[in-house]
T-cell receptor
């Protein structure tokens, strides 16, 4: 079936360090993946996406890596800041066009 | 452009009651999707409306229903509330043109069922 999961539920990093959040997906036919950030009391906010014909995509301070061989997705945040503290979700597009979310990883940034 | 808005932000109901939640999409967006977020199940897709028609549906019982109006605003209704319906209900909007349109989320409605 279609499912997306995360390796770690929590991640704590020092301000200024780089963060890496991992995600595994099960549907090898998935062709589009998205990372969302959810801050307390808010809805998920789009961060970056990647299509299956790419291995890497960079944004501002964020990079998404896709390894289709092992069905693994990661989000790298450079120079992590306190404002990056949030829950991060990976998601894939289901067969109906709906988002299928992973369970989320809580990122805490220590000053 | 104003973002996706949801009303009310918080709601407390008792078992057996029904509830209606409202979502106003980003101006120009014609697709509205609804998701339920709980600590145990995470974010799960409820349904999607496009041009006043339900286009897709997740695996939720018939107590969960929705509709969309001609101005693209959407409502979802939950009848005969159960304790397990306590959750954050999120709606997301997209232009509706393609499967890979970015979905923009509202702040959610926090429903508590007592």
């Amino acid at each position: 079936g279609e499912s997306v999961g995360l390796h770690l539920p929590t991640l704590s990093v020092q301000e200024g360090d780089n963060s890496i959040i991992n995600c595994a997906y099960s549907n090898s036919a998935s062709d589009y993946f998205i990372w969302y950030k959810q801050e307390s009391g808010k809805g998920p906010q789009f961060i970056i996406d990647i299509r299956s014909n790419m291995d890497k995509r960079q944004g501002q301070r964020v990079t998404v890596l896709l390894n289709k061989t092992v069905k693994h997705l990661s989000l790298q945040i450079a120079a992590t800041q306190p404002g990056d503290s949030a829950v991060y979700f990976c998601a894939e597009i289901g067969s109906q066009g709906n988002l299928i979310f992973g369970k989320g990883t809580k990122l805490s940034v220590k000053p | 452009k104003a973002g996706v808005t949801q009303t009310p932000r918080y709601l407390i109901k008792t078992r057996g009651q029904q509830v209606t939640l409202s979502c106003s999409p980003i101006s120009g967006h014609r697709s509205v999707s609804w998701y339920q977020q709980t600590p145990g199940q995470g974010l799960q897709f409820l349904f999607e409306y496009f041009s006043e028609t339900q286009r897709n549906k997740g695996n939720f019982p018939g107590r969960f229903s929705g509709r969309q109006f001609s101005n693209s605003r959407s409502e979802m209704n939950v009848s005969t509330l159960e304790l397990g319906d306590s959750a954050l209900y999120l709606c997301a909007s997209t232009p509706g043109q393609g499967k890979s349109d970015t979905q923009y989320f509202g702040p959610g409605t926090r429903l508590t069922v007592l």
